[in-house]
């Protein structure tokens, strides 16, 4: 079944039209599709019904174009690669006198306040669905969304794998080197792993099963 996805203002939602119908999609309505997206293909998802011109409004949804020259996820790794590379020059200034074990308490905070962040504006936005949307559901659905394309499938396989290989690495390696370089590298490639979900189903047209159809 043909499908068109429109991004809202938030990025956690997602308008989608199907047969003349509208639907609203929650991108983080699982802590499973969070840390593992791909689930996003594989498991159904829960869609809301609603009044198009109304849910428009409210959430206020972008009808532009999707940008032809959109920074590819490639790109964006390249830069990544580069700012690395940059950065080994000054990583002799960063190095603190500490045990593994000094090190490994200081990344489990570090992650630990990571999660608390993304658990906190995930539940704000959640909030604030409730609160503009909830009252003009009509129904709810259960689909399977396929990726747009073979080469969105591949980019955003790619992008989860990328920030998720350096993630661990700098992680593990703060641990043994105990250099702060590092932990903030590990914290901005977590940031981005925490968000990466919104990659999955993106804008424009794809296909659609609904479950029970």
């Given amino acids: 079944m043909k499908c068109e996805v429109q991004k809202a203002m938030n990025i956690r939602f997602r308008i989608l039209k199907i047969e003349g119908n509208t639907y609203i999609l929650d991108m983080s309505q699982s802590i499973w599709k969070i840390v593992f997206p791909f689930l996003t293909w594989i498991i159904p998802l829960t869609i809301y019904k609603v009044d198009g011109e109304e849910i428009n409004k409210k959430l206020q949804f972008s009808t532009t174009e999707p940008k032809k020259n959109n920074i590819s996820i490639l790109l ?3 830069i990544g690669i580069a700012l690395g590379n940059l950065l080994t020059a000054l990583t002799d200034y960063f190095y603190i006198q500490s045990t593994m074990v000094v090190n490994s308490i200081i990344a489990g905070i570090v992650m630990g306040i990571i999660i608390a962040v993304r658990f906190v504006l995930s539940n704000r936005n959640k909030k604030n669905f409730y609160q503009r949307v909830a009252p003009n559901v009509l129904s709810r659905e259960r689909i399977w969304i396929r990726p747009k394309s ?8 790619f992008g989860y794998i990328f920030f998720l290989v350096f993630f661990i690495a700098m992680f593990v390696l703060f641990i043994t080197d105990g250099n702060i370089m590092l932990i903030i590298s590990a914290t901005i490639f977590a940031l981005a792993l925490s968000v990466i979900d919104v990659l999955y189903v993106v804008e424009g047209h794809t296909t659609v099963k609904f479950k029970g159809k």
């Fill in 150 to 157: 073979f080469k969105h499938f591949i980019q955003a396989l």
């Fill in 76 to 78: 964006l790794a390249g």
